[in-house]
């Protein structure tokens, strides 16, 4: 288990899926609670896609920076599903149109959270995929930096192992432009 690597880790879990936004919540306050000198918070998607070197580069820049990082991936590439290739360029292309920021890559699970806004993603509504897009906006309302950082672009088993849902995540991300 987690506990047997260090006595510095807290596994916070739900006995049943509430969402993808609300785990990030709950790992959220964990943080909040438990680690009250953090500079910030990096997430990771827990489907494979994201490879230990990218975390570390995602951590190094973080360090630099202090402003949230986004894990960056190339959709151009033949590996990517067609489905992900065409959801993730029109949410970028959407995020665009609503915010003036260009990312490339608003739907990646890849990120480094400054602590200063942790308290404030807290109140953000999204109980699913919606609330990372949420947080994208919110920064992009205040007018806050939001960086992209390249990593590699991964679909294990072409994406089998993601819990995202291709009507239901994608309406609810599409409604927050409208």
Do not use: W
């Amino acid at each position: 288990t987690f506990h047997s690597i260090s006595n510095n880790i807290y596994l916070v879990s739900h006995n049943i899926n509430c969402g993808k936004g609300i785990a990030l919540k709950s790992g959220f306050e964990c943080c909040q609670k438990n680690f009250q000198n953090i500079i910030g918070i990096i997430t990771v998607d827990a489907d494979g896609q994201h490879q230990t070197e990218d975390i570390n580069k995602i951590y190094t820049k973080f360090i630099d920076e202090n402003e949230l990082i986004l894990g960056s991936r190339d959709f151009g590439q033949k590996q990517v599903p067609l489905k992900s290739k065409i959801g993730n360029t029109i949410t970028s292309k959407l995020f665009t149109i609503k915010t003036k920021y260009t990312l490339k890559d608003t739907q990646t699970g890849l990120r480094a959270i400054p602590n200063r806004y942790i308290k404030e993603f807290l109140k953000i509504r999204g109980d699913k995929f919606e609330f990372e897009t949420e947080t994208l906006m919110y920064l992009a309302e205040k007018k806050e930096k939001i960086l992209e950082e390249p990593i590699e672009t991964i679909y294990y088993k072409k994406n089998k192992n993601t819990n995202f849902k291709v009507i239901r995540d994608s309406f609810n991300i599409i409604k927050l432009f409208i």
